[in-house]
Nanobody, 114 residues
Framework: VQLQASGGGLVQAGGSLRLSCTPS????????MGWYRRAPGNGREFVAR???????TYADSVKGRFTSSRDNFTNTAYLQLNSLKPEDTAVYYC?????????WGQGTQVTVSS
């Protein structure tokens, strides 16, 4: 399974970005889609996940600011990032659980300037 992530960039604090992730297999065969991030000097951190039924879970640090969604027609998962803070600066990765195995995208850089 390949995951193509995109949408990162440089934004000022308070701004927004939308990340996209398209898997190479149908959503209907994916058990969940997740988003993680890795900031410089830190380990990988869970950000959000979405189940096939649309149920979502968020890290406390992003709750109320980030929204995870999925479009079954375009086979794309999205992470809407609002009210961005400098501490949100990281490489963001999408993750898919497929046939019980995790797969990772290549990551997209999000940089938030103060």
């Amino acid at each position: 399974v390949q995951l193509q992530a995109s949408g990162g960039g440089l934004v000022q604090a308070g701004g927004s970005l939308r990340l996209s992730c398209t898997p190479s297999v149908s959503f209907f065969n994916i058990q969940l889609m997740g988003w993680y991030r890795r900031a410089p000097g830190n380990g990988r951190e869970f950000v959000a996940r979405i189940l096939p039924n649309g149920a979502t879970t968020y890290a406390d640090s992003v709750k109320g600011r980030f929204t995870s969604s999925r479009d079954n027609f375009t086979n794309t998962a999205y992470l809407q990032l609002n009210s961005l803070k400098p501490e949100d600066t990281a490489v963001y990765y999408c993750n898919a659980l497929y046939m019980g195995n995790p797969y990772w995208g290549q990551g997209t850089q999000v940089t938030v300037s103060s």
